[in-house]
């Protein structure tokens, strides 16, 4: 996919003019976000808009969205997640320039000024992301996983084996007494 996404920018000066970037990503150029998905077709959609505040911060307003590929975390089978995300960063050069922002904007750390969008489009979408993708609860492709599971079906279960040593344990212990 040819991206129209600039390489860096600078933000104070998008803000100052009150400029906005909006466009499409491939999810195969976002090399960290793919590893999180089970599949690196699709794109996601964003903007950028930039201004400057009252109190004279550069402040970038963002929204993303998409459609997924995921694998569930239950029945272990990929699903299409709806991604949606709206976030507030302000550009920040050091640790001193994050303290010093208002606490309703998110530090996002430039290079001499420098702001890469690929990367803010990344980290917003990693952090948009479930940390354990699930099918609603009563998918029709986890239902029968669910049904059972709620049935008591005696699934194997891996940590069978410790409450064994502990019971074993605690009968020696009684023993020794």
Not at 17 to 35: C, E, I, S
Not at 53 to 60: K, L, M
Not at 146 to 162: I, M
């Amino acid at each position: 996919m040819n991206n129209s996404i600039p390489g860096f920018i600078d933000p104070h000066k998008l803000a100052k003019t009150g400029q906005a970037l909006q466009d499409k990503v491939a999810v195969a150029d976002l090399n960290r976000a793919k590893k999180l998905l089970s599949s690196e077709s699709g794109e996601i959609k964003y903007q950028l808009v930039f201004t400057t505040d009252a109190e004279g911060y550069c402040v970038i307003s963002g929204k993303l969205g998409s459609i997924l590929t995921v694998r569930c975390q239950r029945c272990l089978k990929e699903f299409q997640q709806s991604i949606e995300s709206d976030f507030v960063v302000s550009p920040v050069n050091d640790d001193a320039g994050a303290k010093a922002l208002p606490s309703s904007y998110e530090a996002v750390y430039t290079a001499d000024g420098k702001l890469y969008p690929i990367e803010l489009i990344e980290d917003e979408l990693i952090l948009a992301l479930p940390i354990v993708p699930l099918h609603e609860f009563d998918s029709p492709e986890c239902v029968a996983l669910t049904k059972a599971q709620e049935a008591g079906s005696d699934f194997a279960n891996p940590f069978r084996v410790l409450q064994d040593i502990n019971v074993n344990k605690n009968s020696q212990q009684a023993e020794d007494k």
